[in-house]
């Protein structure tokens, strides 16, 4: 089953969907926002188009839970459905030139490195510290909050922090209630973050990833909890601070590892590791690894991510989805950004990558249609009851 996808035509830097609109970063200090629900319904060129447009594009969360019994025990309407979708895959579904409801000077100031948006508000962190600005006000009143640079930003709702990773200067939080100020969780090197159920989980190319297991009631390492190493994780003695090869280079980790409600993934040259998270009251363990073959022909891993309807893989030269239906689609090119809004209830099967020409809006529509006890790849609806209420 073919994805569906949207291309838009620009120069752009970075992307954000919120609550009916999608956000647009350009090259040029431009910040474009658009009706997205009527950017998507700009296609319909047939009424019968436009149950499965709403469902890839604007309500990605429908097809789940009681309507997805409701639709497999009715097998006429999941053929027709089925048959929508793939008609909507074979059309050109592009916008050369586009015209934004809102367009606006970049409220950053400068391309932030990266961005985030959770309770209304727009999270941004460049050279000069971390930002943030209501969207329900004015885009050009931003709050500064912190001096210092940051690599990476990742928000909780439910937990009411910011997860951001600085590089050598370690992992830090930062409450959005802002009652407290950003503090430091780990010193050792951060290249992104993700929270995982209750826990943050580093990932670094350079030293060993690790998950900070927050309220564990285990003897403290430090001021904010247990923490769990990459070795302690996938049970390995091998090196993962530094492990040079002549192709990554000498400062370069061989493998990278991440997480997402659950489960914990690490890529190898050959394929994907799997450790899955058991959580009994306040006490973690993990499941023994294990290993899922992947034929790719990349070799350098810099990035991954998951989302429900897979995982991602972020290569140099391209983007690996391991699908949670078992088959993988690769997206190459030059990529200068990528994102998927797992906490989102609209846009959960959307994979939106920039290229430096367009960005191509991916919706995945398989996963209604998996068994979500048993995939490998990709988060399990059956974590949604614990997320629904951090959603957007």
């Known amino acids: 089953m073919q994805p569906l996808k949207i291309t838009i035509y620009g120069d752009f830097w970075d992307c954000q969907i919120y609550m009916g609109q999608l956000y647009l970063w350009t090259f040029d200090g431009r910040l474009q926002i658009y009706d997205w629900d009527a950017l998507v319904m700009s296609f319909l060129e047939k009424e019968e188009e436009a149950i499965a447009l709403r469902y890839a594009f604007t309500n990605g969360n429908y097809l789940y839970g009681e309507n997805l019994q409701i639709m497999n025990r009715d097998s006429e309407f999941k053929t027709l459905l089925l048959k929508r979708f793939e008609n ?49 006000g004015s885009k050009n009143k931003v709050n500064k909050i912190f001096d210092s640079p940051f690599l990476s930003i990742k928000a909780s709702k439910y937990h009411k922090k910011l997860a951001l990773s600085a590089g050598d200067e370690g992992l830090f939080q930062y409450d959005i209630q802002g009652t407290k100020p950003v503090e430091q969780v780990d010193k050792r090197h951060s290249l992104f973050a993700n929270w995982a159920g209750q826990n943050i989980y580093s990932s670094s190319n350079v030293g060993e990833d690790y998950m900070v297991m927050l309220g564990e009631e285990k003897p403290a390492l430090n001021n904010m909890g247990f923490i769990a190493t990459e070795k302690e994780i996938f049970k390995t003695n091998e090196n993962t601070n530094r492990e040079p090869t002549a192709e990554l280079g000498c400062n370069e980790k061989k493998y990278l590892s991440w997480a997402s409600s659950g489960k914990v993934f690490r890529a190898k040259e050959d394929g994907i590791e799997i450790v899955n998270e058991v959580q009994k009251g306040t006490k973690v363990t993990f499941s023994d690894v294990k290993f899922i073959p992947i034929k790719t022909y990349h070799k350098k891993v810099i990035g991954g991510g998951t989302a429900y309807f897979g995982t991602i893989v972020e290569y140099n030269d391209a983007l690996i989805v391991a699908l949670s239906n078992g088959e993988v689609y690769p997206i190459e090119g030059d990529i200068t950004r990528w994102r998927v809004y797992p906490r989102s209830i609209n846009y959960e099967n959307q994979l939106h990558v920039i290229f430096d020409d367009r960005i191509e809006i991916y919706s995945f529509n398989h996963d209604y249609f998996v068994n979500q006890r048993i995939k490998n790849f990709g988060m399990a609806y059956e974590a949604r009851h614990y997320i629904q209420n951090i959603a957007y």
């Open 88 to 136: 909507l895959s074979n059309r050109n579904l592009a916008i050369e030139t586009s015209k934004p409801s809102i367009e606006t000077n970049n409220p950053f100031a400068e391309l932030q490195t990266d961005s985030d948006i959770v309770n209304h508000t727009l999270y941004g962190i460049t050279d000069n510290g971390l930002f943030s600005i209501d969207t329900n």
